[in-house]
């Protein structure tokens, strides 16, 4: 049953100071919910982190595990599962293995199973707000919180389906990693031989180039050569015309993808704003061009405007297919070679004519339409997966405010523990 959206709580809840809960839930002190003992413990400090060894170090970082360490003495395997809890980042994190701790900050929290469920409470602390102090502590703002403590067959429940929603969440992140590392693969044999299978290689002929081997058939061409020059066009002409405008910030470097847009009268237009684009056109950030902020331009945007710290690149059709060439001009050796031109400490940027002057592969126009379906439909596995990653963690945020608000019971649903 959900509670009513009043001061009067249904059948079977009354008021808390956390406000309606079931009548078999107590609340209590987050306190009472740790052992509080000294660890022998010794904490490693960052710098000392090894990038590989037996023994994964914890810490308070956004990362799961921050290093590794070899010396087993250091290691913390007693009372396992444990809750780490970053005394500075806020960060929490559920462990259930031998590990080292790490630097300072890392709070190492064992939870009382008399009366809670290690999984439950790692949940109830994800859902607490514990507002910022920034980069000082926090541990004080955590033990003047209290949490909601259903019976312990409810608790375990409750964790038992918020992980399999974290477990699905889990896998859908490790099918884009191998995804993601399949279009890495698939770059690099596509842009040395070509859409052809492995067994195909060796008949391949291939020339030395300016960058690197390419099929004997392939021209290397600077990309000034098949774009064509674009318009710039000042907004604040047409002082009460609309228009969409494109910014470096709205770029994903993981997507490669435009993710946002702001929209402007002329008379109100940013003073970067002056690039026309068209759909399918390719812009490529000039700042700090080694974050690889690059993205087409979508349908929806064609003849709108983006900033002047984009190198807005139009293909000409009949040489150079546009998809093709956004894959060319996202490979490492591309960027890296863009990047060497950068000047400027505090804003390091590099000019259209720096990317426009970049030498690269071009097939026939039939094998770069073959190259950009390939990659096009590996994209296309990613953002699917992304787009429910996303889904998933949408679903395990209400999930886990309307569990721990008892607003949806799952005491009698048949869930495994």
Not at 22 to 48: G, L, T
Not at 107 to 119: E, G, T
Not at 176 to 189: D, R, V
Not at 368 to 388: C, P, R, T, V
Request: positive net charge.
């Amino acid at each position: 049953m959900k509670p009513p959206n009043n001061n009067t709580p249904p059948q079977g809840y009354r008021m808390t100071e956390l406000g309606a809960l079931p009548e078999e839930w107590e609340v209590v002190s987050f306190e009472s919910c740790i052992i509080k003992k000294n660890f022998k413990a010794k904490k490693i400090k960052q710098q000392d982190y090894k990038p590989y060894g037996k023994y994964p170090v914890i810490d308070q970082g956004q990362n799961m595990i921050a290093g590794y360490w070899d010396n087993k003495n250091e290691v913390f395997g007693e009372n396992l599962p444990v809750i780490i809890f970053g005394d500075h980042t806020r960060i929490i994190k559920y462990i259930d293995f031998p590990f080292v701790p790490g630097a300072d900050g890392t709070r190492i929290l064992i939870p009382n199973i008399s009366f809670i469920s290690p999984k439950f409470f790692y949940y109830s602390l994800l859902n607490l707000k514990i507002p910022s102090r920034g980069y000082n502590r926090h541990f004080s703002l955590l033990r003047e919180q209290k949490i909601p403590l259903p019976p312990l067959a409810e608790q375990q429940k409750i964790a038992a389906v918020l992980s399999a929603v974290q477990e699905a969440k889990e896998k859908t992140e490790a099918v884009i990693a191998a995804t993601k590392a399949l279009k890495k693969s698939m770059m690099k044999h596509l842009f040395t031989y070509g859409p052809v299978s492995p067994e195909e290689v060796e008949n391949i002929q291939l020339k030395e180039t300016e960058i690197g081997p390419v099929p004997e058939d392939w021209e290397v061409v600077k990309l000034g050569e098949v774009v064509e020059k674009v318009k710039q066009k000042d907004p604040r002409k047409d002082p009460i015309s609309e228009f969409k405008y494109v910014d470096v910030s709205a770029i994903s470097n993981d997507l490669l993808k435009i993710t946002s847009y702001s929209e402007f009268l002329g008379k109100d237009a940013p003073h970067r704003a002056r690039k026309t684009i068209q759909t399918n056109d390719i812009i490529f950030a000039t700042v700090r061009p080694y974050l690889k902020r690059i993205a087409m331009v979508p349908e929806n945007l064609n003849g709108q405007i983006a900033s002047t710290a984009f190198c807005v690149i139009h293909c000409q059709k009949q040489i150079a297919n546009p998809y093709y060439i956004f894959y060319t001009v996202s490979l490492d050796n591309f960027i890296k070679g863009v990047s060497e031109n950068q000047r400027g400490s505090s804003y390091p940027a590099v000019t259209d004519k720096d990317i426009l002057n970049q030498y690269i592969p071009l097939p026939p126009l039939p094998i770069q339409q073959k190259i950009a379906s390939i990659l096009s439909a590996i994209d296309a596995k990613i953002e699917a997966e992304e787009n429910k990653k996303q889904a998933l963690e949408e679903l395990f945020k209400t999930l886990l405010d309307n569990l721990m608000t008892a607003k949806i019971r799952v005491n009698h649903l048949e869930v495994p523990s």
